[in-house]
């Protein structure tokens, strides 16, 4: 029972330490990127799979993807939005990777602004995308769970009538719960989808 | 009960991710503007110039051999006297290059084959960082100059 209780209070630290890795990786893979956009188009268009001008797009556009969603995983109020940006990300760099190698083009991954060309660089870079891709997914289950944790307990903590939800304006359980409201109410806040 | 509390965090996911999307555009159309690096929205003026390498044997003028394979290929062998600089490599290949190069000498990137364009992001990147007007990508890269060799051309 004490071990299940360490592991249970381990449990937010083990996530805190995956989201800070995440935010890192793809902040520090961000800014690499950013400081040369010509570059990466470069990168981009290696890959074959878009006309020239929109590799030149993305090459300007996906580094502060990036920065934006490593920093918003790291700000609750944008967490669930961030690591379902990046979950999918990570699925569509693993894509064209593995997309890349199969078609046995002599390129490199570009992911971090550089780095080696041929196959063997490639089959790295997928199994890394493929981990961070895990990784965002995980972490994106915990955050959803961790939510609906909250909003149960702060139904259950309002009685038997279980009329209370955290108010979508901000994290669950913090400042801006909303107490009493009717059944209609908690399946639906007001200011739902807000941040 | 499950399934509503289920999507109002889809829907607050979304937005949020909306918003993080949103955020992104301004610094990107920023960059669109006035990044000292950014890239030019056409292909014409990004792709360098091909040459086969019985037009380079051909040459009067010197010629320096730029290496954008992997390092591992470049130890397994490489065209006599070329010196390499790889997507890896920090700045210490491109000065390398600027130490070597010499007036009026011409500027030839290889990689692997075809398949490759490691040759033309070294290329454009000797073009930006060192302003060198005669750059140029060896077509077929180091396939076809093992070919050639093979052919005693």
């Known amino acids: ?195 | 009960m499950m399934r509503n509390v289920s999507s109002i965090l889809w829907r607050r996911g979304a937005l949020q991710a909306g918003l993080i999307l949103l955020a992104a555009l301004a610094p990107a159309v920023l960059a669109a503007w006035c990044h000292p690096k950014r890239p030019a929205w056409s292909d014409d003026r990004a792709r360098v110039d091909e040459v086969e390498w019985t037009a380079v044997r051909q040459w009067r003028s010197p010629v320096l051999m730029v290496d954008a394979r992997s390092a591992a290929a470049f130890e397994k062998g490489h065209i006599p006297g070329a010196l390499r600089l790889g997507a890896g490599q920090g700045d210490e290949g491109i000065l390398a290059v600027a130490r070597a190069w010499q007036p009026g000498a011409k500027v030839v990137v290889y990689c692997d084959s075809p398949r490759c364009d490691a040759a033309q992001s070294a290329a454009r990147r000797l073009r930006q960082e060192l302003g060198l007007g005669d750059v140029l990508v060896l077509k077929g890269g180091w396939s076809a100059w093992i070919e050639a060799s093979r052919k005693g051309r």
């Open chain 1, 1 to 195: 029972m004490e071990r299940m209780d360490r592991s249970i209070q381990k449990g937010p630290v083990i996530a805190m330490a995956g989201r800070v890795i995440l935010a890192a990786v793809f902040v520090y893979a961000g800014v690499a990127k950013a400081l040369d956009p010509a570059g990466f188009a470069g990168s981009i268009n290696g890959y074959r799979l878009l006309p020239y001008p929109a590799c030149a797009a993305l090459a300007l556009y996906l580094p502060w993807l990036e920065i934006a969603c490593g920093l918003g995983v790291l700000w609750p109020r944008t967490r669930l939005g961030a690591l379902s940006l990046l979950f999918f990300l990570c699925l569509i760099f693993g894509g064209a990777i593995a997309s890349a190698w199969m078609r046995d083009l002599d390129i490199g991954c570009g992911c971090f602004g550089g780095g080696e060309a041929g196959a063997a660089a490639l089959r790295g870079s997928l199994v890394r995308s493929v981990m961070l891709a895990l990784l965002s997914g995980v972490l994106l289950w915990v955050e959803e769970a961790r939510c609906k944790r909250e909003w149960d307990s702060a139904g259950a903590a309002d009685g038997p009538r279980g009329m209370s939800a955290p108010a979508a304006s901000g994290p669950p359980g913090g400042k801006n719960e909303v107490h009493g409201a009717s059944e209609k109410t908690k399946a639906l806040p007001p200011d739902a989808g807000t941040l």
